[in-house]
């Protein structure tokens, strides 16, 4: 398709606007905001270890331990610092919240307040930066609260803490050999892929559709020992293959960047789960519901995927805490029906094991 033919981001966002007559615009505004912050970010990021020389980068902080307890790299703080220096002065905001921020972050009283609350992971997976794998961001966008909207205070923690069902906006951008951005306004999802010449996101994947079927899965199995029977089952059945219970043969994927296997999965299908298991009592799981699984989670069911808890819904989930993290299972419908329904069936006797599944030499 000629490049004249293709939308750009903004005129998406027009075009969408145009089923709400009465909204101003500030949603739009804020979303471009956020993805010129992506566009900056993936110039940092494909600057790599000549950033140092070229003034690009190291954050003087960098090194510190986040609240999450993990090394924040300097690409990490860089990355939240872009997100909130291009974020704070439009005007759309009353608050950001960040995986690199214990507290949320005000708006500087230069700057007016707005109706929405940005949440946000300025760069996920960034454990595969120094290899140059794909990395990217995450964001989600909620509406302030009331209170908060009418007297233009500070915001506390509990102002972000509603459920996934709520989010007006998320997405995430992926700097990998292309820089891609996805984004769902409530109406499908749609990805734009960065023109580098143009400076624009343009328009390349129109209402992304997930398979409902997959033969392909995603987990970290050297957590095997710590996982729940339901997730020991169904990884069991996988491996089991064409003469197991599932009948077919399963292919397997780990890249230890989210965002890049939401990707692959938003295009090809899939399933991926880091669920709840016991390695940390102290832990419900690995990802964070506010930056993580919210807005993975809201783009899977808006493209026909889902997106669960193992147990429930992971949009259902009211938050208690900014940071919390909770067992995440996404992807392609069928197989997280399937995941969620054996977390609520009792375990098989024989726990799944392929051996002695129904399609079994041993079962009588
Ligand atoms: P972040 O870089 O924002 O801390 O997130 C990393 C997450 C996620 O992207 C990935 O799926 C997971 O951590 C990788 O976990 P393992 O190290 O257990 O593979
Ligand atoms: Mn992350
Ligand atoms: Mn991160």
Known sequence: MPLSSRWTLTRYLIEERRRFPQANGDLNALILDIALACKAIARIVAFGQLGDSLGQAASPKAGEINVQGEVQKPLDLLSNEVFIRMNEWNGHLAGMASEEMELPAQIPSAYPRGKYLLVFDPLDGSSNIDVNVSVGSIFSILRAPQSVVDSGRDVVEADFLQPGTTQVAAGYALYGPSTLFVLTVGDGVAGFTL?????????????????????????????????????????????????????????????????????????????????????????????????????????????????????????????????????????????VDRIERYHHEPVPRDNGAPLFSERSLFRN
């Open 195 to 335: 023109n580098p010449n143009l400076g624009e996101f343009v328009l390349s994947h129109p209402a992304i559709r997930v398979p409902e079927d997959t033969q392909e899965f995603a987990i970290n199995s050297s957590n095997s020992r710590f996982w729940e029977p339901p997730v020991r089952r169904y990884f069991d059945e996988c491996l089991a293959g064409r003469t197991g219970p599932r009948g077919k043969d399963f292919n397997m994927r780990w890249i230890a960047s989210m965002v890049a296997e939401a990707h692959r999965i938003l295009m090809r299908g899939g399933v991926f789960l880091y669920p709840r298991d016991t390695k940390d009592p102290t832990k419900a799981g690995r990802l964070r519901l506010l930056y993580e699984a919210n807005p993975i989670g809201f783009v899977m069911e808006q493209a026909g995927g889902r997106a669960s808890t193992g147990r429930q819904p992971v949009l259902g989930v009211v938050p208690s805490e900014l940071h919390q993290r909770i067992g995440l299972v996404f992807g392609s419908r069928n197989e």
